[in-house]
């Protein structure tokens, strides 16, 4: 029975030193027993280690153990009734379970329960409470003596509360934490342990519970020795005055580690041995100065200089973690071709995992570096996890859209994903949302679809429903147990053949050499059984809402991990900074080493922060180190991580993170370059890096090298590679893919003929709107009317819904009119609000009534579009009583009239344009020799009539308009037709706050209509009548001489003709060009507005001016010049 430590600096040999005794030992004593515990993670490679140390190379009396492994082994042995061991997954379900049911008990953590993260952060203190072998009545004590009224005590009852609740329901369990806390009652029972040799290693410290267990040992083994990574100069105070610890030193935790050795030797009366001290330099850096310097003076001071050259030590500035990973796998590639080391030889660390993981796995698999990443995987980011989520969230939520296709596409479902994304599409334009609905046959065609597609969407909707039903049907029972709902999914995911399907992924990631993530989905069916055995196990007979049990089941699932064995021998291990224990090691890469990431910058300290854990130790309780001492405690890690190479140590950090902001390096460089003065720091891309190891190596360097040769830079390497290149048919393929990379310009030819007209027909047709968006951009054109290219239907109110509400309306109201004795002079207030009423409710059930009354939003906007129309109609009705002229056609129709001139256009080779529309409203005056007409074009949005658009094309309704009503009316009468005006209506509900009468006519001048007005004399009277307030109606206005003002938007009949005739030409040349096939990506600009503003089809044009494309660029001019060229060109 005795201690003894074997205590060295980082690289002295303490392992070897012990592994080596022991081995000789054991062969001396083959009766004995040998025990080395270490932690979990680092059990095999410490087997593998004493193997291959071995003589043998074999072990029949060592065992390499992790702490419960040896707590097994003695159970087995002293036939300990052994219970389950409750583990996170476990504590996470009850905790989940207990603190809901207390909610009403708790008062600090009542509002954090359904906080992401928050069961998590409970499990850990509960765990460290067993840890730290603090128990109720421990909390009882603390409760009574903090103040009343503070958070902490608020907490530590709420944890009473929990703890106690929680202890009901372990029954059968222990908690992984109390394993140990058994062992030590059963260790003076083992034959095993009596009188064999111990020894621990890889340890930076120890927990209480495990101390009580080495006090136990202490009595029971022959000799217990412990590793202590520390300058054994430390020592040198031990016992006196002098010694004292302090959390800032860089062996605090070795110190307090050997003083709590000493303190349980010395109670329990056992011999402490000297220690056995490994002094003088360390063996790992014998003949490397710039590493000894390194492992002797960092985090110590005085500060340590080594003046020599700086051999085995490098640093390097990288731009982006991106280049930093492809900056170590590549020197990685070049140090194993050249012999220097293998790939088992080198360990990676980096600052985060988060940021670097992905980053590395995609540089090692571009230049075929094996490697191993040694961290647990969560296995809630699969198919089949969420797959089980959204499946139980599609029934809680009576098939909500998000989580139905949640589920439908995780991947587990028989539905392939073509077929999804048809589903959905109709499910989003349709609004469907219930199982109710779903059971429905889908009715309801889309724009543009056929009778084939909709009942291939509802084969869709049945295949989904079948899938689902037994398991929809089996939770619609009221109490159910928990039980009852395991089954139910264990047979649904029988059922849809999950274990099948999850084979069929490990086999794919075999087949691509992925052999980590096959090993993990080799896991995953077997670990979502344990844990609804488990679920079933511990709260199977609990009756709980479907929304409980998901609750419960996530907190389980979050928790649950897939460790992996390295899968190959020759590999780079890539860890974490504390929890990986890597193997002796001749290279080691540090990646990240910036501000924040090493060391880092995380002061969080879970539910009690470090203000209140520095109040319990005040009181003598001993609890895991507060953030600030964790802080200090990460330059020990750091240490032994910067100590871990034999031969080399290469630190990198980057500028800016990946998402291009500016970092700072770690004040550790500072520390280093005081440290070695001559130490060089390099940037990435100097010519010692360029090195091509594999194919796709090559290519990304070919690529970069290209960008380097066209800005004028010197690149030797890249022209060889070039070459080489050449002269194969597989690289001259590469080099013309990068090559045309490299000069792309986003640019479309011309359709052909042929496939112009199989696009369009021989004949094109449309409305007028469709002329105008090829004059706009003549691509965005071809994608919508042309490949029928449409955004995604939704179920919601759109602006294009309310204008069309709001022109059935209008014609609503005008026929009705018609079928009266009333007209729009002569109709009351209250009867023409009334019918105003009745109009917007049947123009409203007529189009799509079920959105309009499909939520109480959309309810209202019934509300506000009566109000806008009634005071749109009350305007018109004003409008009309100050003018002489009456409306004579509603809606009228291009559709109607045959060999309309002005409708029907011919092109060229035969081809014709065919214009189709409705004229919202002509209203006309005539006396003895003419007939005067007026155009309305009713527009729910602001839209500015505009000369300068209308000259380039891209507003040319009102023409069309009125060249078309001019056509008709001329049919009809014998008198001569004249324009007196092309005016737009914008439907809007002005706010005023004046006296009523003020109001009205400041109302008036909001809703003035915009367009063209015919000025001749005698006509505009007849428009309106001018009063004291001025024209109301029209964009017009006199000044004190009689002259219409500069503003004012009067035209001649001549102009009118003149306006007509230069747009029937321009249809025509455009026309012309959608024949011949143009698609140009040429969008207009004019000023600071263009026709990518509000493009919908941005992202597929890709308009981009670096990649060729450009603009379009209209001028500008004043109306008066527009006009007297259109004038020009009539003739």
């Given at each position: 029975?005795?201690?003894?430590?074997?205590?060295?600096?980082?690289?002295?040999?303490?392992?070897?030193?012990?592994?080596?005794?022991?081995?000789?030992?054991?062969i001396?004593?083959?009766?004995?027993?040998?025990y080395?515990?270490?932690?979990?993670?680092?059990?095999?490679?410490?087997?593998k280690?004493?193997?291959?140390?071995?003589?043998?190379?074999?072990t029949?009396?060592?065992?390499?153990?992790?702490?419960?492994?040896?707590?097994?082994?003695?159970?087995?042995?002293?036939?300990?009734k052994?219970?389950?061991?409750?583990?996170?997954v476990?504590?996470?379900?009850?905790?989940?379970?207990?603190?809901?049911?207390?909610?009403?008990?708790?008062?600090?953590?009542?509002?954090?329960?359904?906080?992401?993260?928050f069961?998590?952060?409970?499990?850990?203190?509960?765990?460290?409470?067993?840890?730290?072998?603090v128990?109720?009545?421990t909390?009882?004590?603390?409760?009574?003596?903090?103040?009343?009224?503070?958070?902490?005590?608020?907490?530590l009852?709420?944890m009473?509360?929990?703890?106690?609740?929680?202890?009901k329901?372990?029954?059968?369990?222990?908690?992984?934490e109390?394993?140990?806390?058994?062992?030590?009652?059963?260790?003076?029972?083992?034959?095993?342990?009596?009188?064999?040799?111990?020894?621990?290693?890889?340890?930076?410290?120890?927990?209480?519970?495990?101390?009580?267990?080495?006090?136990?040992?202490?009595?029971?083994?022959?000799?217990?020795?412990?590793?202590?990574?520390?300058?054994?100069k430390?020592?040198?105070?031990?016992?006196?005055?002098?010694?004292?610890?302090?959390?800032?030193?860089?062996?605090?935790?070795?110190?307090?580690?050997?003083?709590?050795?000493?303190?349980?030797?010395?109670?329990?009366?056992?011999?402490?041995?000297?220690?056995?001290?490994?002094?003088?330099?360390?063996?790992?850096?014998?003949?490397?100065k710039?590493?000894?310097?390194l492992?002797?003076?960092?985090?110590?001071?005085?500060?340590?200089?080594?003046?020599g050259?700086?051999?085995?030590?490098?640093?390097?500035?990288?731009?982006?973690?991106?280049?930093?990973?492809?900056?170590?796998?590549?020197?990685?590639?070049?140090?194993?071709?050249?012999?220097?080391?293998?790939?088992?030889?080198?360990?990676?660390?980096?600052?985060?995992?988060?940021?670097?993981?992905?980053?590395?796995?995609?540089?090692?698999?571009?230049?075929?570096?094996?490697?191993?990443?040694?961290?647990?995987?969560?296995?809630?980011?699969?198919?089949?996890?969420?797959?089980?989520?959204?499946?139980?969230?599609?029934?809680?939520?009576?098939?909500?859209?998000?989580?139905v296709?949640r589920?439908?596409?995780?991947?587990?479902?028989?539905?392939?994903?073509?077929?999804?994304?048809?589903?959905?599409n109709?499910?989003?334009?349709?609004?469907i949302?219930?199982?109710?609905?779903?059971q429905?046959?889908?009715?309801?065609?889309?724009?543009?679809m056929?009778?084939?597609?909709?009942?291939?969407?509802?084969?869709?909707?049945?295949?989904f429903?079948?899938?689902?039903?037994?398991?929809?049907?089996?939770?619609?029972?009221?109490?159910?147990?928990?039980?009852?709902?395991?089954?139910?999914?264990?047979?649904?995911?029988?059922?849809?053949?999950?274990?099948?399907?999850?084979?069929?992924?490990?086999?794919?990631?075999?087949?691509?050499?992925?052999?980590a993530?096959?090993?993990?989905?080799q896991?995953?069916?077997?670990?979502?059984?344990?844990?609804?055995?488990?679920?079933?196990?511990?709260?199977?007979?609990?009756?709980m809402?479907?929304?409980?049990?998901?609750?419960?089941?996530?907190?389980?699932?979050?928790?649950?991990?897939v460790?992996?064995?390295?899968?190959?021998?020759d590999?780079?291990l890539?860890?974490?900074?504390?929890r990986?224990?890597?193997?002796?090691?001749?290279?080691?890469f540090?990646?990240?080493?910036?501000?924040?990431?090493?060391?880092?910058?995380?002061?969080?300290?879970g539910?009690?922060n470090?203000?209140?854990?520095?109040?319990?130790?005040?009181k003598?309780?001993?609890?895991?180190?507060?953030?600030?001492?964790?802080?200090?405690?990460?330059s020990?890690?750091?240490?032994?991580?910067?100590?871990?190479?034999?031969?080399?140590?290469?630190?990198?950090?980057?500028?800016?993170?990946?998402?291009?902001?500016?970092i700072?390096?770690?004040?550790?460089?500072?520390?280093?370059?005081?440290?070695?003065?001559n130490?060089v720091?390099?940037?990435?891309?100097?010519?010692?890096?360029?090195?091509?190891?594999?194919?796709?190596?090559?290519?990304?360097?070919?690529?970069?090298?290209?960008?380097?040769?066209l800005?004028?830079?010197?690149?030797?390497?890249?022209?060889?590679?070039?070459?080489q290149?050449?002269?194969?048919?597989?690289?001259?393929e590469?080099?013309?893919?990068?090559?045309?990379?490299?000069?792309?310009?986003?640019?479309?030819s011309?359709?052909?003929?042929?496939v112009?007209?199989?696009?369009?027909?021989?004949?094109?047709?449309?409305?007028?709107?469709?002329?105008?968006?090829?004059?706009?951009?003549?691509f965005?054109?071809?994608?919508?009317?042309?490949?029928?290219?449409k955004?995604?239907?939704?179920?919601?109110?759109?602006?294009?819904?309310l204008?069309?509400?709001?022109?059935?309306?209008?014609?609503?109201f005008?026929?009705?009119?018609?079928?009266?004795?009333?007209?729009?002079?002569?109709?009351?207030?209250?009867?023409?609000?009334?019918?105003?009423?009745?109009?917007?409710?049947s123009a409203?059930?007529?189009y799509?009534g079920?959105?309009?009354?499909?939520?109480?939003?959309?309810?209202?906007?019934?509300?506000?579009?009566?109000?806008?129309?009634?005071?749109?109609?009350?305007?018109?009705?004003?409008?009309?009583?100050?003018?002489?002229f009456?409306?004579?056609?509603?809606?009228l129709?291009?559709?109607?009239?045959?060999?309309?001139?002005?409708?029907?256009?011919?092109?060229?080779?035969?081809?014709?344009?065919?214009?189709?529309?409705k004229?919202?409203?002509?209203d006309?005056?005539?006396?003895?020799e003419?007939?005067?007409?007026?155009?309305?074009d009713y527009?729910?949005?602001?839209?500015?009539?505009?000369?300068?658009?209308?000259?380039?094309?891209?507003?040319?309704?009102?023409?069309?308009?009125?060249?078309?009503?001019?056509?008709?009316?001329?049919?009809?009468?014998?008198?001569?037709?004249?324009?007196?005006?092309?005016f737009?209506?914008?439907?809007?509900?002005?706010?005023?706050?004046?006296?009523?009468?003020?109001?009205?006519?400041?109302?008036?001048?909001?809703?003035?209509?915009n367009?063209?007005?015919?000025?001749?004399?005698?006509i505009?009277?007849?428009?309106?009548?001018?009063?004291?307030?001025?024209?109301?109606?029209?964009?017009?206005?006199r000044?004190?001489?009689?002259?219409?003002?500069?503003?004012?938007?009067?035209?001649?009949?001549?102009?009118?003709?003149?306006?007509?005739h230069?747009?029937?030409e321009?249809?025509?040349?455009?026309?012309?060009e959608?024949?011949?096939?143009?698609?140009?990506?040429?969008?207009?600009?004019?000023?600071?507005?263009?026709?990518?503003?509000?493009?919908?089809?941005?992202?597929?044009?890709?308009?981009?001016?670096?990649?060729?494309?450009?603009?379009?660029?209209?001028?500008?001019?004043?109306?008066?010049?527009?006009?007297?060229?259109?004038?020009?060109?009539?003739?």
């Open positions: 029975m005795a201690l003894q430590m074997i205590i060295g600096k980082s690289g002295s040999g303490k392992s070897h030193f012990v592994y080596e005794k022991i081995i000789k030992e054991s001396k004593n083959p009766k004995k027993n040998y080395i515990i270490v932690p979990e993670q680092y059990t095999m490679q410490v087997q280690k004493v193997m291959s140390m071995h003589p043998n190379h074999g029949m009396n060592i065992d390499v153990l992790s702490f419960h492994r040896l707590a097994h082994r003695v159970f087995d042995e002293v036939q300990e052994q219970k389950n061991i409750l583990e996170d476990g504590k996470s379900m009850v905790l989940r379970k207990v603190a809901e049911e207390k909610k009403d008990q708790l008062t600090i953590f009542k509002r954090s329960l359904n906080k992401s993260g069961i998590e952060e409970l499990k850990s203190l509960l765990s460290e409470f067993y840890q730290y072998r128990g109720k009545e909390l009882e004590t603390l409760i009574h003596e903090l103040e009343n009224g503070t958070t902490l005590r608020g907490k009852m709420d009473r509360v929990i703890f106690e609740e929680f202890d329901y372990l029954k059968d369990y222990t908690v992984a109390q394993v140990l806390e058994v062992l030590s009652l059963r260790v003076n029972e083992s034959k095993l342990l009596q009188d064999s040799v111990i020894c621990l290693d890889g340890f930076t410290g120890f927990t209480p519970i495990q101390f009580v267990l080495l006090e136990r040992l202490l009595h029971q083994v022959e000799w217990l020795l412990v590793t202590i990574p520390m300058d054994p430390e020592l040198d105070t031990f016992g006196s005055e002098r010694w004292k610890i302090e959390d800032y030193e860089l062996f605090a935790l070795s110190k307090k580690t050997v003083e709590k050795l000493y303190e349980i030797a010395q109670k329990e009366e056992v011999l402490v041995a000297k220690p056995f001290c490994i002094e003088g330099t360390p063996y790992r850096f014998l003949e490397k710039d590493l000894q310097v492992e002797k003076g960092f985090f110590r001071y005085p500060i340590q200089r080594h003046l050259e700086v051999e085995n030590i490098a640093l390097t500035c990288c731009q982006n973690p991106r280049e930093e990973a492809t900056y170590v796998v590549r020197k990685i590639r070049k140090l194993v071709v050249s012999g220097q080391c293998r790939f088992r030889d080198i360990g990676i660390v980096t600052g985060s995992n988060e940021i670097y993981e992905q980053e590395l796995r995609e540089a090692m698999e571009r230049l075929h570096v094996p490697y191993f990443m040694d961290q647990n995987r969560s296995i809630l980011n699969n198919p089949c996890m969420e797959s089980i989520r959204s499946v139980l969230a599609m029934i809680r939520e009576d098939l909500r859209y998000e989580s296709f589920y439908l596409k995780a991947g587990m479902s028989g539905l392939s994903g073509e077929e999804v994304e048809k589903l959905e109709y499910v989003i334009a349709c609004g949302r219930g199982y109710r609905w779903f429905k046959p889908f009715v309801r065609k889309l724009r543009g056929d009778d084939d597609e909709l009942l291939e969407l509802n084969k869709i909707r049945e295949y429903l079948e899938e689902i039903k037994e398991f929809w049907e089996s939770l619609q029972k009221k109490d159910m147990t928990v039980k009852e709902v395991i089954i139910a999914l264990c047979f649904f995911m029988e059922r849809l053949h999950y274990q099948r399907k999850l084979k069929q992924y490990e086999l794919y990631f075999e087949k691509e050499g992925d052999l993530s096959a090993k993990t989905y896991q995953i069916y077997g670990n979502i059984c344990e844990i609804l055995n488990k679920m079933a196990t511990i709260l199977g007979n609990e009756v809402e479907l929304e409980e049990f998901i609750a419960i089941l996530d907190a389980g699932l979050s928790e649950t991990k460790g992996v064995i390295p899968p190959g021998l590999q780079v890539v860890g974490d900074m504390e990986s224990r890597f193997p002796d090691l001749k290279v080691m540090i990646m990240g080493l910036n501000d924040g990431l090493i060391p880092k910058n995380d002061m969080s300290g539910i009690l470090d203000r209140e854990r520095e109040i319990l130790m005040e003598k309780l001993e609890l895991a180190p507060t953030a600030k001492q964790n802080a200090m405690m990460e020990f890690y750091i240490y032994l991580n910067f100590t871990k190479p034999s031969e080399k140590l290469y630190l990198s950090y980057a500028k800016v993170d990946t998402n291009g902001k500016t700072h390096p770690s004040y550790l460089i500072g520390r280093l370059k005081k440290h070695f003065p130490l720091q390099k940037e990435v891309g100097e010519k010692e890096e360029a090195v091509i190891f594999t194919k796709e190596d090559s290519v990304e360097y070919v690529i970069q090298g290209f960008h380097e040769f800005e004028g830079k010197e690149n030797i390497l890249w022209k060889e590679l070039y070459c290149m050449k002269e194969g048919a597989k690289g001259k590469i080099l013309h893919k990068i090559w045309t990379g490299a000069f792309y310009e986003n640019e479309e011309p359709l052909s003929k042929a112009s007209k199989a696009i369009y027909g021989e004949h094109l047709s449309g409305s007028v709107t469709r002329l105008e968006q090829y004059a706009a951009c003549a965005a054109h071809f994608l919508k009317y042309g490949l029928k290219v955004e995604r239907e939704e179920y919601k109110i759109r602006s294009m819904d204008g069309n509400v709001f022109h059935k309306t209008l014609e609503l005008s026929k009705e009119l018609d079928t009266r004795a009333d007209t729009f002079r002569t109709i009351d207030d209250v009867e023409r609000d009334q019918l105003v009423e009745q109009c917007v409710n409203v059930s007529e799509q079920d959105l309009f009354y499909s939520s109480k939003r959309n309810q209202y906007m019934i509300t506000r579009m009566t109000r806008i129309a009634k005071r749109t109609i009350w305007a018109l009705q004003e409008h009309i009583k100050r003018g002489r009456e409306p004579t056609d509603y809606e129709s291009f559709q109607n009239y045959k060999d309309l001139q002005s409708a029907g256009i011919q092109l060229e080779e035969g081809s014709s344009l065919n214009l189709q529309g004229i919202d409203r002509i006309t005056y005539e006396d003895e003419n007939l005067y007409v007026k155009i309305i527009k729910s949005g602001s839209t500015e009539f505009d000369v300068i658009d209308l000259y380039y094309g891209l507003q040319i309704q009102l023409v069309v308009y009125m060249n078309a009503a001019l056509e008709v009316l001329e049919k009809r009468t014998n008198k001569k037709v004249i324009p007196a005006g092309i737009y209506y914008n439907m809007k509900d002005p706010f005023i706050e004046r006296e009523e009468e003020e109001a009205e006519i400041a109302i008036l001048k909001k809703l003035k209509m367009g063209l007005a015919n000025g001749e004399e005698g505009i009277e007849k428009l309106e009548e001018e009063t004291k307030e001025g024209y109301l109606t029209m964009p017009i206005s000044l004190k001489s009689g002259a219409y003002s500069k503003a004012s938007k009067v035209v001649t009949t001549k102009q009118l003709r003149a306006v007509g230069y747009v029937t321009r249809m025509k040349k455009m026309g012309s959608m024949i011949k096939g143009n698609i140009e990506i040429a969008p207009y600009k004019l000023g600071e507005r263009s026709a990518c503003d509000y493009c919908e089809f941005h992202g597929i044009c890709g308009f981009d001016t670096k990649l060729g494309n450009t603009y379009r660029h209209l001028s500008k001019g004043s109306r008066e010049e527009f006009l007297k060229e259109m004038e020009g060109e009539e003739e």
